[in-house]
């Protein structure tokens, strides 16, 4: 997430597009998913559409909410979601 929030500071996301404020703007360390399709139990429910990984930015003053697309943080091959370890398998990893 760190990256992700360097990258859209070098892209000029310093400020609160609406109100402007500066200091304002936090990114949420967890993913949004995005179901582009229709209701559970349709011929669109999720299963045969888009899901989409993205990165939350809200302003603390006015509300305003964006999203950015994760894909575009992140190489091919780079998963973006990764279920946690647990104490002993990070430990391991660790040696």
Known sequence: MTEV????HQLGMTECPV?????????SPFPVLLADAGFPGTEDSPCNGDLTF???V???TCGHLLLFNAQKY????EKILVRELAGEQERRLGE
């Open 19 to 27: 109100c402007g404020s500066a200091r304002s703007l936090a990114m």
């Open 5 to 8: 929030a360097r990258a859209l």
């Open 58 to 60: 809200e302003c603390a």
């Open 54 to 56: 993205a990165v939350r």
């Open 74 to 77: 992140r190489t091919g091959d």
